[in-house]
């Protein structure tokens, strides 16, 4: 008896056509039973079928390596994936001696069976363009909406308003209760009272906040009755700069987000500003915006008058970033700074930034600026990566093959025109069909390309790292910060901050060589009082 896996499949376009998980599973197990295989496992996976490299699906490939399985299942083979990536993915399973079964098709990777390797690009083609007309369907139907002046979006309404009305028809309404508040935030800060200082008000008068209100959907979580009243500095600050305070909807904002992994861009070439019931007057929420831009503009995080080692290479043990503060003088931990936007804040308040940069500048210099070790780390480094390399190249050479044989269509395609047996108009159809499935294997190739370049360590990075080192051993009672920071970096070195025993500490990790420690943090005077003693080991 054969064992087996069902591997499933859904993205967000499957999501209307009900094809759930448990019925591809029901489907696979119907179809085991039929054929006499051993269900081992069922694999799930959330996530779009235009790309082979998924998690579940390399996941699957590597079970497959270690000869877990002999069948993989699939209800449709465009679970599998779309386009050319169905075939790619067929062909990596068969390659390390995988049968492939479809449910509505049986076997699908019989290399040596024509007619399902010929069913096999025709499923890919159709899965491949019913993916690009859900794609249109979907985004002509909003422009549509668009069009006739009714808003897009299914979440909640912005503070402030609530919607009136259901579905397409649905319209924005001020909420005169939560207007009241919008209008004493704007009053309060446009009088010259900071953030920190409104939100403290607005707990002390009981005012709830936006995400604990009944009933409330805005981020689709409720809190507790003890935190219904709990504001965050950021939540202000976003109140602060929503222009639909001042009559203006604005949709289709025209900057690319993202959807998960996946990066989304808009859907109209320009904003669409709906005209909604306005709360402020266009003179208060103008002033506001100027002391708001006055105010980022002589941020300390947007200065860099002063030095740290580590900027943007440190975080407390809580998790939260560190950041600089007095001046200069040291790191602090934003949990422990803003413990009011915290839900558990952090003991760690500051450390001394001379003390820190000392103890981490000097642990690299005799444990890790070393030339010989440094060669030793990279060579590690890159025997690491050797695996994901040559998966990679594989897929490389995968996609070479098929442009090659799309090539070798153009070929075919001008003797079928020149013989008169196609017109021109048909010719022209099947070319843009190949035109298009090569520019998304080229795109494929590109990217895995660009991701093998960025495995191991690059030959320039090398020569960098080892001249700095060079200079270091020779200058290096003489080096600037800013060489010890481009050390740093090249390093690929991160500190993580905390307290042990009342004392400070430091988790030193060197990416580069995959290296880590914790070393106790000392100040350049403790070192000075024995000379040529060192503290690290």
């Known amino acids: 008896m054969k064992r087996a896996i069902i591997y499933t499949r859904v993205s967000s376009d499957e999501q209307k056509k009900n094809n759930s998980p448990s019925a591809q599973r029901d ?37 497959a390596d270690a000869g877990f399985m002999e069948v993989v299942i699939v209800q449709h083979p465009d679970r599998l994936g779309r386009g050319p ?47 690009h007309n859900i794609k249109r369907r979907t985004q002509r139907g909003i422009v549509q909406k668009v069009t006739e002046g009714k808003i897009h979006g299914c979440g909640g309404a912005p503070f ?19 207007a009241k ?47 219904t009243c709990h504001w965050i500095r950021a939540v202000v600050y976003r109140m602060l700069r929503r222009r639909t305070y001042v009559g203006e909807y604005v949709a289709f904002k025209l900057h690319n ?59 407390c043990k809580c998790g939260y970033r560190i950041s600089g503060g007095t001046r200069g003088q040291c790191y602090r931990c934003c949990a422990a700074d803003h413990k009011h936007d915290v839900t558990a804040p952090c003991d760690s308040r500051s450390y001394n930034v001379r003390d820190v940069d000392f103890t981490v500048w000097q642990w690299i210099v005799e444990n890790v600026l070393d030339e010989d070790t440094l060669r030793i780390g990279i060579e590690r480094k890159r025997d690491g990566s050797a695996s994901e390399r040559d998966r990679l190249v594989e897929r490389v050479a995968y996609y070479k093959e098929r442009i090659g044989g799309i090539d070798k269509e153009y070929e075919r395609l001008k003797l079928l025109f020149t013989s008169g047996l196609f017109t021109l108009e048909e010719i022209a159809k099947d070319k843009r069909k190949l035109d298009t499935s090569r520019a998304e294997m080229a795109k494929e190739r590109a990217q895995l390309e660009e991701q093998i370049q960025a495995l191991g360590v690059s030959a320039e990075r090398e020569r960098r790292i080892l001249e700095a080192v060079r200079d270091v051993k020779e200058k290096v009672k003489v080096l600037t910060n800013e060489g010890k920071r481009e050390i740093v970096e090249l390093l690929d070195t991160r500190v993580v901050l905390y307290r042990k025993d009342g004392e400070s500490w430091c988790h ?13 943090i000392i100040s350049p005077q403790a070192c000075e009082v024995q000379p040529g003693v060192s503290s690290f080991g």
Not at 508 to 520: H, N, S, Y
């Open 27 to 63: 489907d696979g197990i119907a179809y085991a039973e039929e054929q006499g295989f051993a269900v081992l496992y069922v694999m799930s996976e959330d996530f779009t079928g235009t790309t082979i490299d998924r998690p579940i699906f390399n996941r699957l490939l590597e079970l």
């Open 85 to 131: 990536v169905l075939e790619m993915a067929i062909a990596l399973l068969a390659k390390r001696g995988v049968e492939v079964h479809a449910c509505n098709r049986g076997l699908i990777s019989d290399e040596d069976d024509e007619n399902a390797q010929i069913q096999n690009s025709v499923d890919g083609l159709v899965s491949g363009v019913e993916r």
């Open 160 to 178: 402030g308003y609530c919607w009136e009305g259901r579905g397409a028809n649905r319209i924005l309404v001020i909420n005169e209760e939560e």
């Open 181 to 227: 508040t919008v209008c004493l935030i704007f009053e309060l800060y446009d009088s010259g009272i900071k953030v920190i200082d409104i939100v403290r008000k607005l707990e002390a008068m009981g005012i709830p906040s936006p995400s604990a209100l009944p009933g409330s959907s805005r981020n689709g979580t409720y809190r507790k009755q003890s935190e």
């Open 257 to 315: 987000w993202r959807h998960g992994n996946k990066q989304v861009k808009p859907i109209l070439k320009e904003s669409v500003v709906f005209e909604v019931p306005a709360i402020l007057s266009k003179e208060r929420f103008e002033s506001v915006q100027f002391r708001l831009d006055t105010g980022n503009n002589l941020s300390t995080r947007n200065n860099k008058k002063y030095f740290y080692l580590l900027r943007r290479l440190v975080r």
């Open 508 to 520: 030193i990790d060197v990416g580069l060589l995959e290296q880590q420690d914790e070393q106790p």
